[in-house]
Each structure stands twice: as C-alpha cells, then as structure tokens.
C-alpha cells in the first residue's frame, strides 16, 4: 500500500502518459513542487462557470503555491494533467484521504457508514478540455490510485451540484450511485455518490511499473 510520502518522494509511482480521443497525449502525475507557476496559470484561466462548478480556495499563484506547499503534510493526493508537448497543466485530481465529519454524518443519515477503507475525489479540467473524453481516459488511473492507497470505496468530495448534468453523466456511467442530495453551506442543491471499486475494474496495482508509464 503507498503513502504519500512514497509517491512525494518518487512521483513516476503514479506517472501514466494517455492518449485521449482527439489523439493528443496527456501525462497523469502527482502533482510536484515545482509546479505552482504552473498551476496559477490552470486555475486562472478557469472560467466563471467553471469555478463555480468547481471551487477552489483561489486561482492565483498564492493559491496555487499553498497546494504545492501541502503535498505530503496533510491528508491530501493531488494529481495533475500535464498537455503534450506544452506542459501546460490542464486538469486537477483531488484525492482526500481522510473523512470530513460532514460527510460521515450525512451518508450515515442515508443508511451507508464510511469507515477509513473510503476516500473522496474530485475532478477539474481546463475549460478547453472539457467535453472531450478526457475524463473517461483517466477514470481506470483514478480507481487505480484509490486501490494502491488501500480504499474500496470513493465519494466525491463536496458532492456533485444538482446542476451540472454533464458531471453527474459522467459519474454515473463510470459507477457512481446515489447517496442522497443535500444543501450545502453555501445554499446550493448538491447530490453525494458513491462508487464500490469492487463493482469497477480499473488497472492492476503492478500494471504501472517501476516507473509507472504506459
């Protein structure tokens, strides 16, 4: 089983090159200290609506420099897309490998008790990425990374807002069920979901290698 401080320590653990449908290829990596330039430059140009599906503490390089700070010292796994050939990150994996007591308090209310074999995930892409099957190529790494952390379960961190459809498309057909809708703290309508990745099939632990690239 990895920690993070196995992959902090050694990246190319979780280092996967992937051709998605337009032919273009992405590198899946840990995100690394050295990237916060980066970084600022992918969450800047996030647009409105893409913040407001997806929210961040901020989209600077203050932000951005806060995250790189935070790889290994919290509970976090953040994983990043990087555009070849220009480097550019395109898309942010969020891994938190710890309960919030909110959630356990709320799929407790629906019948399902997490316990420390669950994790929670989100998903962020470049608005010029969106809509282009980026995220059905990723998926298979994602369940992989969720297994090589020991977890069996993944929820979505925050939930999913109730109004964004091709969000909830997109988790429902990679294996995503219903946990409950709620309101969050901000008012805004959000639906848990929940994925047992003994239902899915994602890639071998050994599949990735010393090194990890396909």
């Known amino acids: 089983m990895l920690t993070l401080t196995e992959v902090a320590d050694d990246p190319s653990l979780l280092t996967r090159r992937l051709t998605v449908n337009d032919g273009s290829d992405v590198v899946f990596r840990p995100l690394v200290h050295t990237d916060a330039e980066r970084l600022a430059g992918f969450l800047s140009d996030l647009s409105a609506e893409s913040r407001r599906l997806s929210t961040f503490d901020g989209y600077d390089l203050a932000a951005a420099s806060e995250l790189c700070d935070a790889i290994a010292r919290y509970d976090k796994l953040r994983l990043v897309l990087e555009d070849v050939p220009s480097g550019r990150i395109v898309g942010l994996l969020e891994f938190s490998l710890d309960l919030h007591p909110g959630d356990i308090a709320r799929y407790g209310a629906a019948g399902i008790r997490l ?24 998926f298979p790494l994602v369940t992989g990374v969720a297994r090589r952390f020991g977890k069996k ?62």
């Not at 057909?173 to 848990?192: E, V």
């Open 115 to 138: 316990t420390t074999t669950d994790c929670r995930f989100g998903l962020t892409l470049a608005d010029n990425h969106q809509g282009r099957g980026v995220g059905t190529h990723v």
């Open 153 to 214: 379960r993944v929820i979505l961190l925050g939930g999913v807002l109730a109004d964004n459809p091709r969000a909830l498309h997109y988790y429902r057909k990679n294996g995503f069920l219903s946990a409950g809708p709620f309101t969050g703290a901000d008012g805004r309508r959000s639906l848990d979901m929940i994925l047992d990745l003994d239902s899915t099939q994602g890639p071998d632990s050994h599949a990735w290698g010393r090194h990890g690239h396909a």
